[in-house]
């Protein structure tokens, strides 16, 4: 098994993991979203006057619909299907009368779901000079060969990846550093639990390090439940499939690029 796969399995299981993530990963949800105080009394007018298609139209206008259905979307999309579809506005009108507009209001306020903050969180610790190196902009990475951190979005690092290190992929990067005259490219993920969404997260993070030809040491920076021991799919596919691949959790990251 990799060596670094081996620290982060051990790490997750004898030592103060979570804790220690929460350092990168602080997933705590945000404050309510606001609401438009226009759209909202055209939303209560709407609602008292029982008119329908005027009640979803400007639900249809805040960033959160206040009720999970699969025609939503599609409405969002397509403002003109909601005049032609009647029996489906009655149908969601329906349920928005029997919650009532205080419960709306809660629904439409609720705050963005933490999964959706993941994103930024591993490039928001490499600012924090995590890593004993302050992330530089493009310009300043290329002016010199000494070791950096590039920063940048990840399809920047996509293209910086493709024009100097052989990079063939089409996958944005998280994670592009250049310690002791070595380039290191890699995914960073935290898969919170197993299947669906996560699973293609993980799969993502590995097709990058399949990549052939890369003039670069390919990483997976993953963490999560991927290191809890048993018989899950992503514990079997680092500890077998995958073991000879650079897969480590972020907390061993520090340690894998000082020995490079």
């Known amino acids: 098994m990799n060596y670094w796969t081996k620290l982060s399995i051990e790490y997750a299981n004898q030592r103060s993991y979570l804790d220690d993530l929460f350092q990168v990963y602080s997933t705590i949800p945000e404050g309510i979203r606001e609401i438009n105080e226009e759209i909202w009394k055209e939303v209560e007018k709407a609602y008292k006057k029982k008119k329908n298609v005027a009640l979803v139209k400007e639900l249809l206008k805040l960033n959160l619909f206040p009720i999970k259905d699969s025609y939503i979307a599609y409405l969002k999309r397509d403002k003109s299907s909601i005049e032609r579809n009647p029996k489906t506005i009655n149908r969601i009108s329906g349920r928005l009368y029997e919650m009532g507009l205080d419960k709306i209001y809660e629904r439409c306020s609720?705050?963005?779901e933490t999964n959706r903050q993941i994103g930024p969180m591993f490039k928001d610790w490499l600012k924090k000079k995590s890593l004993g190196i302050q992330p530089v902009l493009l310009d300043k990475f290329m002016s010199n060969n000494s070791d950096a951190i590039l920063d940048a979005g990840d399809k920047a690092m996509m293209d910086f990846a493709k024009e100097h290190l052989n990079y063939n992929h089409n996958k944005g990067l998280d994670f592009v550093v250049r310690f002791n005259g070595k380039y290191v490219i890699g995914e960073a993920k935290f898969l919170t639990d197993f299947g669906g969404h996560q699973n293609a997260q993980f799969n993502d993070a590995i097709s990058t390090i399949e990549t052939k030809k890369v003039k670069a040491i390919k990483i997976a920076i993953l963490d999560g439940v991927l290191y809890i021991?048993?018989?899950n799919k992503m514990y079997k596919s680092i500890?077998?499939?995958?073991?000879?691949?650079?897969?480590?959790?972020?907390?061993?990251?520090?340690?894998?690029?000082?020995?490079?």
């Open 110 to 112: 609720e705050p963005k």
């Open 229 to 231: 021991k048993g018989k």
């Open 239 to 260: 500890t077998e499939i995958y073991k000879n691949y650079n897969i480590m959790s972020t907390l061993v990251l520090r340690e894998f690029l000082y020995q490079l």
